[in-house]
């Protein structure tokens, strides 16, 4: 008789408060055969309850958006829970970013 494995795909939440960035980071992540964007969300406190809720892998996420940024997100997160991963980026090399804006 035959053994089948079933490769478990890693489990990613997209949370960056520009639709255009998330799209961009989604696209070439949905043509992975082992990664599944699982949810999207806009802010950090959304990001950690879509996170939490759905017990994501990874958590790729923007350090300045409204309502609650990433590092704050990230703390929420907790260190012995899932996601695993959190990446956390930064837009200071965007057009137009002085980079004199508080976190």
Same mark, same amino acid.
């Given at each position: ?17 520009? +639709? $255009?960035? &998330?799209?961009?980071?989604?696209? /070439?992540? %949905? ?8 949810? #999207? *969300? ?8 879509? +996170? $939490?809720? &759905?017990?994501?892998?990874?958590? /790729?996420? %923007? ?8 590092? #704050? *997100? ?30």
């Amino acid at each position: 008789m035959a053994m089948t494995t079933t490769t478990r795909r890693t489990r990613i939440v997209l949370v960056e408060d520009h +639709a $255009l960035v &998330r799209s961009g980071f989604k696209a /070439p992540l %949905d043509e992975q055969p082992d990664l599944e964007v699982t949810g #999207e *969300a806009a802010d950090g406190a959304a990001g950690v309850e879509i +996170a $939490l809720e &759905r017990h994501d892998d990874v958590v /790729p996420m %923007d350090l300045r958006m409204p309502v609650l940024d990433g590092i #704050e *997100a990230t703390r929420r997160l907790g260190v012995d829970s899932r996601p695993q991963a959190v990446v956390l980026a930064d837009e200071s090399g965007r057009p137009g970013h002085t980079g004199d804006d508080p976190l």
